[in-house]
């Protein structure tokens, strides 16, 4: 296939293409979202790292993996209202990034990104599992424990470390975002 491709060209083709700078906008450093449904979260965040830059303010690089867990929980929350009957994943949308804002707020990258145990790049697939099997299992109890909200989190802390809630601060541009999004 890749000989044909190499077949397929011109003159013209072979010395490629000249783009010419129209805009140049503010942007954030490139993040890897590694093996990891997040890319929700780092779409929805880096858009957000943009709107400070369009607005004149001092970027700060939003921790995606705070807006995960914040969220994480919350489906957690809804699945076993619902006693399963709730799609789970790694996955999300841009809406859950917003309301992750709202209700818990943020917190620079730099003070919590979710590599706990000596990772480098984030790897969901075994935390992914044990949290889906965790759940299943408690929506399968005959009652519900008051302690399984506790259980749950602490297997996130477990792969993703715990935060500190006074980190987040509204003394900080991404005050200025959260205001369009309220």
């Known amino acids: 296939m890749i000989n044909a491709l190499k077949a397929n060209q011109n003159d013209n083709s ?13 942007n ?5 979202q590694g093996s990891s449904g997040t890319c929700w ?20 690089e ?6 995960a867990r914040n969220t ?8 076993v209202r619902l006693h399963g009957g709730l799609s789970l994943g790694e996955g999300g949308q841009f809406h859950d990034v917003l309301n992750s804002f709202r209700k818990y707020g ?6 919590y990104t979710g590599l706990h145990y000596g990772t480098t790049l984030n790897n969901f697939g075994e935390m992914t599992s044990m949290l889906d099997a965790m759940l299943g299992s408690i929506v399968k109890g005959k009652a519900l424990t008051p302690n399984w909200e506790k259980a749950y989190t602490a297997a996130m802390d477990s792969y993703l470390g715990k935060f500190l809630k006074n980190l987040i601060t509204m003394a900080n541009p991404i005050h200025h975002v959260l205001l369009l999004i309220r």
């Open 106 to 111: 943020t917190m620079p990258q730099s003070a």
């Open 62 to 67: 939003i921790s995606q993996i705070y807006t």
């Open 41 to 60: 979260s780092y779409s929805g965040n880096s858009f957000l790292e943009s709107e400070m830059i369009r607005m004149g303010k001092k970027p700060v």
């Open 72 to 79: 994480y929980l919350d489906k957690a929350r809804t699945y």
């Open 28 to 32: 954030t450093s490139i993040k890897n």
């Open 14 to 26: 072979k010395s490629g293409f000249t783009f010419t700078e129209v805009i140049n906008l503010g």
